[in-house]
């Protein structure tokens, strides 16, 4: 079975329409052109209790700067009912950002529904490409299973899955990047330091090889302190070789956090029990003597790890 160009047009309308009426709901009208607006409008589908999807990221992410970071465990619902109990005030430049950043995740969007067309629109030109097959698979179980015309809509655009991992991958880069912006206009608001305020990112454990080299010492454990300033705004367009630290997100997937590091403090390396051993809870640091009498199998489950501690010490330049 063939698609005919009617119909190859009619899921390409289906795609923009999805992707468009999803950037409104996710961005608003900022994030779309006056033409989109107004076939949204035409449906009925504008309304005025919309949220940005941009902007409370950073302004969560203000509030997180305010938080130690034992604090930081707190959950979603409970970080937005105190915003919004709250209130969080944007400054001019911040909500610049906001708006800059609204519309470069809107032209990401784009940019991946208009890849999702281009290949649909290729499937008529390779009927007996891979593409084709799974629609037409799709056609004939829906055919099969007598499935109603928006079922089968649905079928079609679920076939696209790479384009929705596109945008998994769009969202998660983009709302991590947010908050790590909310969080470094806040530490760079209030701190008498300004942009020379020291701060530092920690990888989890399972992080990428390239924020482990960009954000710890060659110990791979004990994060690097750079001022404010040192950390680039992003690494957008640049190879992987020549990635530099950044404020928001290195690259796509990555959620490193940032943190200020607290006048007078350092990391020092200290043993750390991973998970809980005798006399010592997960975290709990094991000093030298302690550890020395522990036997080998709770020796496996303690560390070295970078503990951060008041030494009075500041970093030379």
Same mark, same amino acid.
């Given at each position: 079975m063939s698609l005919t160009k009617t119909q190859i047009e009619a899921i390409a309308n289906i795609i923009k329409e999805r992707f468009t009426r999803f950037t409104y709901e996710a961005l608003g009208e900022r994030a779309l052109t006056p033409a989109e607006i107004e076939e949204l409008s035409a449906s009925g589908l504008v309304r005025n209790n919309l949220r940005n999807l941009v902007a409370d990221p950073v302004i969560l992410g203000k509030v997180l700067a305010l938080m130690p970071p034992s604090a930081r465990s707190?959950?979603?619902?409970?970080?937005?009912?105190?915003?919004?109990?709250? @209130?969080?005030?944007?400054?001019?430049?911040?909500?610049?950002?906001?708006?800059?950043?609204?519309?470069?995740? @809107?032209?990401?969007? $784009?940019?991946?529904?208009? =890849?999702?067309?281009?290949?649909?629109?290729? =499937? $008529?030109?390779?009927? $007996?490409?891979?593409?084709?097959?799974?629609?037409?698979? @799709?056609?004939?179980?829906?055919?099969?299973?007598?499935?109603? *015309?928006?079922?089968?809509?649905?079928?079609?655009?679920?076939?696209?899955?790479?384009? *929705?991992?596109?945008?998994?991958r769009v969202a998660h880069t983009e709302m991590n990047t947010a908050i790590q912006n909310g969080i470094y206009q806040e530490i760079r608001d209030k701190s008498p330091s300004g942009g020379d305020q020291l701060v530092f990112k920690r990888p989890a454990p399972d992080a990428c090889k390239y924020c482990k080299k960009l954000y710890l010492d060659v110990d791979g454990v004990t994060p690097k302190i750079f001022k404010m300033t040192e950390l680039a705004e992003s690494n957008i367009g640049m190879k992987a070789p020549d990635w530099q630290p950044t404020i928001g997100s290195v690259h796509p997937w990555c959620h490193c956090q940032l943190y200020v590091l607290p006048e007078g403090f350092s990391f020092v390396k200290k043993r750390v029990a991973t998970e809980p051993v005798r006399g010592f809870k997960t975290g709990q640091v094991v000093e030298e003597s302690k550890f020395s009498s522990l036997g080998e199998k709770d020796k496996s489950k303690v560390k070295w790890d970078a503990v951060l501690a008041y030494t009075g010490e500041t970093r030379s330049e």
């Open positions: 707190i959950s979603y619902d409970e970080l937005l009912s105190f915003v919004n109990k709250n @209130g969080i005030p944007l400054t001019e430049v911040e909500q610049q950002s906001i708006d800059y950043a609204t519309e470069h995740a @809107g032209q990401y969007i $784009s940019g991946i529904r208009d =890849m999702a067309i281009r290949d649909v629109r290729a =499937m $008529s030109a390779r009927s $007996s490409g891979e593409a084709l097959r799974k629609v037409q698979e @799709g056609v004939s179980e829906a055919i099969a299973n007598r499935e109603t *015309t928006s079922e089968l809509k649905t079928r079609l655009f679920d076939t696209l899955d790479d384009r *929705t991992r596109d945008w998994q």
